[in-house]
């Protein structure tokens, strides 16, 4: 495993421990932490959506084990669960077999690029029923 994966994998035990955490805090305590996140400024402002809107329902559903509600609120969320758990699965077999099977994900910029497109994606379709609306009731 070269020296960015290492990084990566470590910060990854670290993301699932917050995730396992987080996970015992929502659904055994019934403490909602992420109602403490202010309502989005940017929204309130404009009336539209901005390119993170809709991230804290989606982790909130993720939590919960709502798959789909947590695509439909902002794909990035389980965009980020998919590619950060591919890359834990197969890196941790690689560690657990000693680098027999070189199977471990390699991080690469296209997962970042890849990421980005999701979110502006998202934004533009989040706010285009918003614009249409906004043009018929003038």
Known sequence: MEKTEKRLYILGLGA??????????LNIVHWDFLSLIPPCGFRFVTGYYCPGCGGTRA????????????????PFVLYCVVIAGIFMISNTIQIVTKNKWKIGLKYRHGYLYGGIVVIIVNWALQNIHIFINNLYNL
């Open 16 to 25: 699932i421990s917050v995730l396992l955490l987080m996970i015992g805090l």
């Open 59 to 74: 982790v909130r559903a993720l939590l919960q084990g709502r798959f789909a509600a947590s695509f439909l609120y902002h």
